[in-house]
């Protein structure tokens, strides 16, 4: 079945929100808002019907910072995208949360792959190549600085700093992908197969910081 | 070479992507959005270096088991034969993994239609400037790391220079290698000077950079979005009149040449071509 098709259904089944998304069906399609706007009538939101507006209602924060990763807990507020099916629902969770709902599908049937720390460090080349050099200590610390809600990412980490090693108990390897009080039944958690290529550049600081 | 339409497979274009300017990625979405329109795949998406989705997850959104992955770059290198096969776990042009074919193609720039894109460009920026009185550049980053981006442009120079668009002069440019781009008003003899950067996004060097080094801007301005007025042509410089074109990758039928290239690698690389 097309991811399309298992999104609907499983909106069928109760799913209701994906980060800070809130999805509604209704007899027309979807509705999707910011969760924090759930109360706000919907005249009182800049509507849209095209899924494409997905893209530009997340890149910008509402401080004005670009939100080059999409698990940052900095979507803003105030709009409403009114969705006509399936296909362009997912198109615009998408453009909300790229793969997200694809990774948790995968998850579901047992084929997500995820890699740990060290062989996503060791296949960096060029300028990223010197963060095969990261110390565990430092990496622990890393994703005590970098990831987690404390760092604004709400992405559920599924990797270890190498088969052996987990990641050290803290707020960032504790989170489990769903923002808020809600029933985790009804959530499409964000899920982090590998380190993000931030994390890789904050390595490569780090390294040249251990260095000196 | 013709595109035949192939609802059976997915296009993924790949782009570089930015931390830092989100106009870096825009062409991408847009060329992907006009590939959608014409229903030419089953599914289309687009992955990053520097955004998301990675390579790495890109696979998990695709449905299709044949995919066709296009790099959105300007020239062979790095990327397009190190970084991209890597994430992308690619093996040749060809690839057999879990169920699922992928075939790479050929980055758009090295395609032989960018000729046709850059002419049009080029008149439109200067509609007025008779070629016969005008200078075309072509202009690229230039560096001694990679060869292949100046050969992509010295290439569309020698492909314009045959096409008998009637130009005085075609001549390549760097920012940092000669013949320097600075030096626009000396490389040029004619009265008129139309710059077309050869770069798929209006990021920091096409929307920034050359433009200091034209002389029209004092100093770097802010990003391509965050910009009241886009830039008025043409700017009366150093005794010549000048056109400045925004990077050849922000033109839609960009999406022309992606579609070319596939069907390009159909012609090299496959005997039939499944239904």
């Given at each position: 079945?097309?991811?399309?098709?298992?999104?609907?259904?499983?909106?069928?089944?109760?799913?209701?929100?994906?980060?800070?998304?809130?999805i509604?069906?209704?007899?027309?399609?979807?509705?999707?808002?910011?969760?924090?706007?759930?109360?706000?009538?919907?005249?009182?939101?800049?509507?849209?019907?095209?899924?494409?507006?997905?893209?530009?209602?997340?890149?910008?924060?509402?401080?004005?910072?670009?939100?080059?990763?999409?698990?940052?807990?900095?979507?803003?507020?105030?709009?409403?995208?009114?969705?006509?099916?399936?296909?362009?629902?997912?198109?615009?969770?998408?453009?909300?949360?790229?793969?997200?709902?694809?990774?948790w599908?995968?998850?579901?049937?047992?084929?997500?792959?995820?890699?740990?720390?060290?062989?996503?460090?060791?296949?960096?080349?060029?300028?990223?190549?010197?963060?095969?050099?990261?110390?565990?200590?430092?990496?622990?610390?890393?994703?005590?600085?970098?990831?987690?809600?404390?760092?604004?990412?709400?992405?559920?980490?599924?990797?270890?700093?190498?088969?052996?090693?987990?990641?050290?108990?803290?707020?960032?390897?504790?989170?489990?992908?769903?923002?808020?009080?809600?029933?985790?039944?009804?959530a499409?958690?964000?899920?982090?197969?590998?380190?993000?290529?931030?994390?890789?550049?904050?390595?490569?600081?780090?390294?040249?910081?251990?260095?000196? | 070479?013709?595109?035949?339409?192939?609802p059976?497979?997915?296009?993924?274009?790949?782009?570089?992507?930015?931390?830092?300017?989100?106009?870096?990625?825009?062409?991408?979405?847009?060329?992907?959005?006009?590939?959608?329109?014409?229903?030419?795949?089953?599914?289309?998406?687009?992955?990053?270096?520097?955004?998301?989705?990675?390579?790495?997850?890109?696979?998990?959104?695709?449905?299709?088991?044949?995919?066709?992955?296009?790099?959105?770059?300007?020239?062979?290198?790095?990327?397009?034969?190190?970084?991209?096969?890597?994430?992308?776990?690619?093996?040749?042009?060809?690839?057999?993994?879990?169920?699922?074919?992928?075939?790479?193609?050929?980055?758009?720039?090295?395609?032989?239609?960018?000729?046709?894109?850059?002419?049009?460009?080029?008149?439109?920026?200067?509609?007025?400037?008779?070629?016969?009185?005008?200078?075309?550049?072509?202009?690229?980053?230039?560096?001694?790391?990679?060869?292949?981006?100046?050969?992509?442009?010295?290439?569309?120079?020698?492909?314009?220079?045959?096409s008998?668009?009637?130009?005085?002069?075609?001549?390549?440019?760097?920012?940092?290698?000669?013949?320097?781009?600075?030096?626009?008003?000396?490389?040029?003899?004619?009265?008129?000077?139309?710059?077309?950067?050869?770069?798929?996004?209006?990021?920091?060097?096409?929307?920034q950079?050359?433009p200091?080094l034209?002389?029209?801007?004092?100093?770097?301005?802010?990003?391509?979005?965050?910009?009241?007025?886009?830039?008025?042509?043409?700017?009366?410089?150093?005794?010549?009149?000048?056109?400045?074109?925004?990077?050849?990758?922000?033109?839609?039928?960009?999406?022309?040449?992606?579609?070319?290239q596939?069907?390009?690698?159909?012609?090299?690389?496959?005997t039939?071509?499944?239904?």
């Amino acid at each position: 079945m097309k991811i399309a098709e298992r999104l609907a259904q499983a909106v069928a089944g109760g799913i209701r929100q994906i980060g800070q998304v809130s999805i509604r069906p209704h007899a027309a399609g979807y509705e999707l808002r910011h969760i924090e706007d759930e109360g706000v009538p919907a005249a009182e939101l800049e509507s849209s019907q095209d899924p494409a507006a997905a893209r530009e209602i997340s890149t910008w924060a509402e401080d004005a910072h670009y939100r080059f990763t999409k698990g940052e807990l900095s979507l803003k507020r105030g709009w409403l995208l009114l969705l006509s099916s399936a296909d362009e629902l997912r198109q615009a969770l998408d453009l909300f949360y790229p793969a997200a709902v694809g990774l948790w599908f995968a998850q579901g049937d047992g084929l997500l792959e995820a890699e740990h720390l060290r062989p996503k460090l060791a296949r960096q080349t060029g300028m990223y190549r010197f963060t095969r050099n990261l110390s565990d200590a430092r990496a622990q610390q890393l994703v005590r600085e970098v990831c987690g809600p404390g760092n604004c990412c709400v992405k559920k980490i599924l990797w270890q700093i190498d088969a052996d090693t987990p990641l050290e108990d803290s707020d960032a390897s504790r989170f489990d992908g769903v923002v808020g009080d809600v029933d985790r039944r009804q959530a499409v958690p964000l899920l982090c197969r590998e380190a993000c290529n931030h994390f890789v550049a904050e390595a490569r600081k780090a390294v040249k910081g251990e260095a000196k | 070479m013709s595109f035949a339409p192939k609802p059976h497979a997915a296009l993924l274009i790949v782009g570089h992507g930015s931390t830092e300017n989100p106009d870096s990625s825009t062409p991408y979405f847009e060329h992907a959005d006009e590939i959608r329109q014409r229903g030419g795949f089953g599914e289309v998406h687009c992955c990053f270096w520097k955004e998301e989705p990675s390579m790495r997850e890109v696979e998990y959104m695709i449905d299709a088991e044949e995919i066709y992955v296009v790099p959105d770059f300007i020239s062979e290198g790095y990327f397009t034969q190190e970084v991209i096969p890597r994430e992308l776990r690619l093996e040749g042009p060809t690839t057999q993994r879990a169920g699922k074919t992928w075939h790479y193609t050929l980055p758009v720039g090295v395609h032989r239609s960018m000729t046709g894109l850059l002419l049009q460009r080029a008149k439109e920026v200067a509609p007025d400037a008779p070629p016969s009185e005008t200078t075309l550049f072509i202009v690229g980053h230039g560096t001694g790391l990679n060869q292949n981006s100046t050969k992509a442009i010295r290439d569309q120079v020698e492909l314009i220079k045959a096409s008998g668009a009637g130009y005085a002069e075609v001549h390549d440019a760097f920012m940092e290698e000669q013949p320097f781009i600075a030096e626009w008003d000396k490389l040029a003899a004619t009265p008129n000077v139309v710059v077309v950067p050869f770069f798929i996004a209006d990021g920091l060097h096409s929307y920034q950079d050359i433009p200091v080094l034209l002389g029209i801007e004092a100093e770097p301005g802010e990003a391509a979005s965050q910009r009241e007025v886009f830039r008025h042509n043409p700017h009366h410089l150093r005794g010549k009149t000048l056109y400045y074109s925004s990077a050849i990758g922000t033109e839609r039928n960009m999406a022309d040449v992606i579609l070319d290239q596939v069907a390009d690698f159909d012609a090299t690389h496959r005997t039939t071509v499944s239904p």
